[in-house]
């Protein structure tokens, strides 16, 4: 989608970017959406502005957390491929596999709620 929003709607979610279950996020990002759009509406004078921060903030990590579990659902199509990547996964080194899910290690860890501004005085 080139946007979640149109007008005053918002998208969040599976409505906005449904994504195959393989990394288990669609929980996860449906609640990033509600945080930023809820800081977004707190923070900005209009309404259409919070939309748009919502949007410029949220796009481009929802699609690439899509596009991550599309790529690995490709790559897992037939249960040989799937019995393959399990046990790639339970081979996989304590120390390798920890530095993978590391906050600094894997890009879906990163995420961290925004920070809310000082709301302008009313108009």
């Not at 989608?1 to 393989?22: C, F, I, K, Q």
């Not at 996989?92 to 596999?97: C, K, R, Y």
Request: net charge positive; glycine share 8%.
């Amino acid at each position: 989608m080139p946007t979640y929003v149109h007008g005053r709607v918002a998208l969040l979610g599976d409505a906005a970017h449904a994504m195959s279950p393989d990394r288990g996020q669609g929980a996860g990002q449906s609640i990033e959406d509600a945080v930023v759009l809820a800081a977004a509406l707190a923070d900005e004078n209009t309404i259409e502005t919070a939309l748009v921060r919502y949007d410029t903030e949220r796009r481009p990590r929802t699609q690439a957390t899509a596009r991550g579990a599309r790529t690995d659902g490709r790559r897992t199509t037939s249960r040989t491929a799937h019995r393959a990547m399990v046990t790639m996964i339970r081979l996989m080194p304590a120390p390798l596999w920890r530095r993978g899910i590391a906050a600094n290690g894997n890009p879906t860890w990163r995420w961290r709620p925004p920070h809310l501004r000082s709301p302008a005085p009313p108009h």
